[in-house]
């Protein structure tokens, strides 16, 4: 069975810094392509940044929102999420997901083989 476990969410000030990460059990994270999803209150999912496999030369894509604030990384079987000068509107409960390669795609609509659980980050003086 294919698990992903978020950690790393919490209450930070404008301003500040988070870093969220995305481990795999059950699996090989590095296989797939794994993006990071956000869904904020009385919103719709967004696709926030994906990464592709090390096999694919783990390129990245970037929400225009969110570019040069976030950066996305992996090592073998962990996702990382690095967020700062966060924002108030970047509160939202931030989803990993694990799915194919073309990050693109994957970023734009979600369609993943595994989903986490989420972890909430609030942003907030």
């Known amino acids: 069975q294919l698990q992903l476990v978020e950690s790393g969410g919490g209450l930070v000030q404008p301003g500040g810094s988070l870093r969220l990460s995305c481990a795999a059990s059950?699996?090989?994270?590095?296989?797939?392509?794994v993006g990071w999803f956000r869904q904020a209150p009385g919103k719709g999912r967004e696709g926030v940044s994906c990464i592709s496999s090390s096999a694919s030369g783990r390129s990245t894509v970037y929400a225009d929102s969110v570019k040069g604030r976030f950066t996305i990384s992996r090592d073998k079987n962990t996702v990382y999420l690095q967020m700062n000068s966060l924002k108030p509107e970047d509160t939202a409960i931030y989803y990993c997901?694990?799915?194919?390669?073309?990050?693109?795609?994957?970023?734009?609509?979600?369609?993943?083989?595994?989903w986490g659980q989420g972890t909430l980050v609030t942003v907030s003086s």
């Open positions: 059950g699996f090989i994270l590095d296989y797939y392509g």
């Open positions: 997901a694990a799915g194919g390669n073309q990050i693109a795609k994957l970023c734009a609509q979600g369609r993943a083989d595994a």
